[in-house]
């Protein structure tokens, strides 16, 4: 079993890990922020979009950041850790170099700003895989991703 570990430290290497958390799913009980650690950390069963198997199928993912000064919530209700998010994208606005904003998009609205003094960010799968009942799909993209 291939497990991906990525790491990222600026924005072009934030756009490949987004890609591969698109369409990811976490419960709102699986996102912690440890200001004391200075981390934002997520647990989430991401799409495998580079199995090489016909089968969709999910793994189970972290990923953290560090140097986090601050995080911002909208459009999730926090008070529901069992209500479950759909990960579109990770996107990064910088204000200072090194410093920005990475938002992390759901479907339905909600966002997370994470406000970090630079990017320092892994993404670790976990081990278990599983079938996924679908492929995702989007209104702007065919059902099957090349």
């Known amino acids: 079993m291939d497990l991906l570990k990525l790491v990222a430290l600026d924005s072009d290497d934030l756009a490949v890990v987004s890609a591969h958390l698109q369409d990811a799913v976490l419960r709102v009980g699986d ?76 479907a339905e609205g909600g966002a997370i700003q994470v406000d970090l003094e630079c990017i320092e960010m892994q993404m670790k799968d976990l081990g278990p895989v599983w079938a996924a009942e679908s492929r995702p799909a989007h209104d702007n993209q065919p059902s099957e991703r090349g």
């Open 31 to 106: 996102i912690v922020y440890l200001p004391k650690e200075h981390r934002f950390a997520i647990e989430a069963r991401r799409f495998d979009w580079e199995a090489k198997s016909d089968a969709p199928q999910r793994r189970l993912t972290c990923m953290h950041f560090e140097h986090v000064t601050g995080v911002r919530v909208r459009g999730i209700d926090q008070s529901n850790r069992d209500a479950v998010l759909n990960l579109l994208a990770i996107s990064f606005e910088e204000r200072d170099a090194p410093s920005g904003t990475v938002t992390l998009i759901f």
